[in-house]
């Protein structure tokens, strides 16, 4: 069965320095991967996704992604963390029924704290 | 455009209550989807729509019920609450073609007591 692990439950990193969350996903066929934000009290908002193609995605905020097959993983990066990105972060595989219906599969989500 | 809107906020109920909660989108999607998002769980899926008229059971089905009678709109329903219901819930649509990105509304906060 699909499904989609975030090893980190909560991290923290001064603002400033470098960010990366992990995801690793289970899937049988190539993947369509999302990174989604949320920061509190808000809905989801998506920061990027892989479909297919050039494996290193960028998204909003500054925000990239490296799709690994060899090691089924999509993690998150940003070269400098800034306060305002203390949020809840969700990576998510889509598990396609057909044509072009499919539902989203979410990892239990990393929370990010900044320090200043 | 508001995108996708939820109402209400927030809520409480007592135990037994029923309630209706009412997601509405302006995009013209097809799709659209209820969530309910725990401490520690993540984002399951509770039932989704592929279009008018059509609903289908999620990861956690159980204890609500749903409808789509106009294409913007997608209700979930509480028959009878409990308070391992207590969550926050959200909406989400997607269009038809193959991009399978979904737009969230802002949720709404539901307390069982």
């Known amino acids: 069965a699909q499904s989609v692990t975030q090893p980190d439950i909560h991290i923290t990193v001064s603002e400033g320095a470098s960010l990366e969350l992990r995801c690793n996903y289970s899937?049988?066929?190539?993947?369509?991967l999302f990174w989604y934000v949320q920061s509190p009290g808000q809905g989801l908002q998506l920061l990027l996704k892989?479909?297919?193609?050039?494996?290193l995605v960028q998204g909003i905020k500054g925000f990239e992604a490296e799709f690994k097959r060899s090691q089924s993983s999509f993690n998150l990066r940003k070269p400098s963390v800034h306060w305002s990105d203390a949020a809840e972060y969700f990576c998510a595989v889509v598990m396609i029924y057909g044509g072009s219906q499919g539902n989203l599969i979410f990892g239990k989500g990393t929370k990010l704290s900044v320090k200043p | 455009n508001a995108g996708v809107t939820q109402t209400p906020k927030f809520r409480v109920l007592k135990t037994g209550q029923s309630m209706t909660l009412l997601c509405a989108q302006d995009?013209?999607?097809?799709?659209m989807y209820w969530y309910r998002q725990d401490p520690g769980m993540g984002l399951r899926l509770i039932h989704y729509s592929v279009g008018e008229g059509t609903t289908a059971k999620g990861e956690v089905p159980d204890g609500y019920n749903v409808s789509r009678l106009k294409k913007q709109n997608f209700l979930l329903g509480l028959e009878s609450a409990a308070p391992s219901q207590t969550s926050v819930y959200f909406c989400?649509?997607?269009?038809?073609?193959?991009?399978?990105?979904?737009?969230f509304g802002p949720g709404t906060r539901l307390t069982v007591t």
């Open positions: 989400a649509s997607s269009t038809s073609g193959r991009t399978y990105e979904q737009y």
């Open positions: 995009m013209n999607h097809e799709y």
């Open positions: 899937y049988g066929a190539t993947p369509y």
């Open positions: 892989y479909f297919s193609g050039d494996t």
